[in-house]
Every structure is written in C-alpha cells, then in structure tokens.
C-alpha cells in the first residue's frame, strides 16, 4: 500500500503499532501479575496481540512501498530501518503465538503452570518487541530529521 488519503501510508500507518505493541507489553505485564484477570481476559488479550501484529504488518507492508518510490533519494539508509522492522514483525508473531498458547493453556488447564510459563514468555517477548519497536522508530526517524527527506 503506498498512499492512503493522497499520502504515502507508511508515516500514517507506523503511529498505529507505535501505540498498540507497547500498550500489548503493559497489558501483557498486568495479566502476568493478576492470574486472574489474565483468565478472565483471555479473549481481549488476545484479540490486542493479533491487532498489534496486523497493525505491524501494514506499517511493514506500506515501508516496502514507500522505500521503492523513495529509493532514488534514500539509497541505503533504509536498510537498517526495513531490517529492524523485520525484525520488530517477527517479534510481534512470536508474541501473538505465545499469547495464544498461554490463553489456551489457561482455559485447558487453569490449574496447571504451563499457561504461566507461555504468558511470562510472552511478556518478555512483548517487551522486546517494545525495545524493537522503538529502536525501529528511531533508525526511521534519522532518515527524514538527518535532512534525506
């Protein structure tokens, strides 16, 4: 996707898993903390983890674009931005796969400690996703305030 509203979608579409991945990670972290709340909501933590990798998809997906119509001005200063935000999808995966298997454990066996195993990981993962989300943001951020755009 490379335009939305008459502008190139990348800037607009990156603020949604800017906000949404590390609001997942806090959540992420309260759920740890309160096996409670984490069983009762299993769903909604669920439904945040996948839209915080579909929002990190489409900020990926439009990056691709936005790079091959900007690539004659930007050269190989995207590349550590575009590889970061790899990175950063990968991380927001393997963050919703965790959630996923930590909900489903929860509900199978509430009693039993592997869903606490899978929502620790996944907290961890959430919060390197956060760090990697950031990192990402910044590398972009050194294109256009570094004067290349």
């Not at 579409?13 to 984490?38: D, G, K, Y």
């Not at 839209?51 to 995207?78: C, K, M, P």
């Not at 972009?140 to 290349?148: E, F, S």
Request: glycine letters at 8%; a neutral charge; hydrophobic letters at 55%.
């Amino acid at each position: 996707m490379e335009s939305l509203f008459g502008l190139p979608a990348h800037p607009l579409l990156v603020h949604a898993p800017v906000v949404i991945v590390p609001f997942a990670s806090l959540f992420t972290i309260v759920l740890l903390a309160r096996p409670a709340w984490r069983r009762a909501n299993g769903l909604a933590w669920v439904v945040l983890a996948s839209v915080a990798f579909a929002s990190t998809i489409l900020a990926n997906q439009s990056g691709g674009a936005f790079n091959a119509v900007l690539e004659d001005r930007i050269g190989d200063l995207a590349a550590r931005h575009e590889e970061l935000g790899n990175q950063t999808t990968l991380l927001v995966f393997l963050y919703l796969l965790t959630t996923v298997g930590a909900v489903a454990a929860e509900r199978r066996r509430p009693e039993t400690t592997p869903g606490t195993v899978l929502a620790v990981l996944s907290a961890l993962i959430a919060l390197a996703a956060t760090v990697w989300m950031v990192r990402t943001g910044h590398e972009g951020a050194r294109i256009v305030w570094d004067g290349v755009l």
